[in-house]
């Protein structure tokens, strides 16, 4: 299987192939929940590492651990971080994220997960792309779990999903005591239909959230956060 290789704004690479790619949710997501620059950070569900190396990219140095169930997604990361020397506080991580417990559990700032978005309907012949959109390794209510473990009091826990599932996101958020605190919806054009939501739960928080204001994709580019500002 061929591997190509995309620049991120800032020079940053990353090594992509027919089964794990990325795309606007991914980043949208990385952009949506940026760790502080030495903050310690996890991308579970993290396919060929885009989002951690987008925070990378955009300036984070701290701690930051990419747990991908795939061998193929995991060492495409593996290899961005090899050959890029300024990368090494990205460790990739080959781990399924339902037993995975590492020993500083409870310590981590920021979680961020783009997980898979549908329980049902038509999977991909590719059992990569299938595991990647269906709820076949991993549930919403995992996810949630991993997260909460991962995280001290008042970390960070983010992640991107499909609109017709935003209730059952919170629901499984909040059992894993993950407060929502952050949404904003994703549309093509303002007065649009959202077809994504960006969530950002605080563990062992109070509740209080904050609707932001519609993330705008336009010409294929997701207007969010800095690189939005003209």
């Known amino acids: 299987m061929s591997n190509t290789k995309e620049i991120l704004t800032n020079g940053t690479q990353v090594y992509c192939n027919t089964e794990h790619r990325f795309g606007t949710d991914a980043l949208l997501l990385a952009r949506f929940c940026p760790p502080h620059r030495a903050q310690r950070a996890v991308d ?22 990419a747990v991908e169930i795939a061998l193929e997604g995991s060492a495409l990361l593996r290899r961005a971080v090899q050959e890029q020397v300024e990368l090494s506080h990205i460790t990739p991580i080959l781990a399924d994220l339902r037993g995975w417990t590492p020993p500083d559990a409870g310590l981590y700032d920021v979680v961020a997960c783009n997980p898979p978005y549908f329980t049902s309907g038509q999977q991909s012949a590719s059992a ?5 959109r269906h709820e076949l390794e991993c549930s919403l209510n ?11 009091d008042g970390g960070r826990f983010a992640m991107c999903h499909r609109p017709q599932r935003l209730a059952e996101v919170f629901a499984a958020l909040q059992a894993a005591r993950l407060e929502p605190k952050r949404l904003a919806f994703v549309k093509n054009k303002a007065g649009g239909t959202p077809w994504l939501f960006l969530v950002e739960a605080q563990k062992n928080r109070r509740p209080g ?16 956060g800095p690189a939005a500002q003209k």
């Open 44 to 65: 579970l569900c993290s396919g060929c590492g885009i989002v951690s190396l987008e925070w990378h990219d955009a300036g984070h140095r701290g701690s930051c651990m």
């Open 128 to 132: 990569a792309r299938a595991t990647a």
């Open 142 to 152: 995992d996810v949630c779990r991993c997260g909460a473990r991962l995280l001290r």
């Open 209 to 224: 959230l904050i609707v932001e204001p519609d993330v705008l994709i336009s010409a294929g580019a997701a207007l969010y």
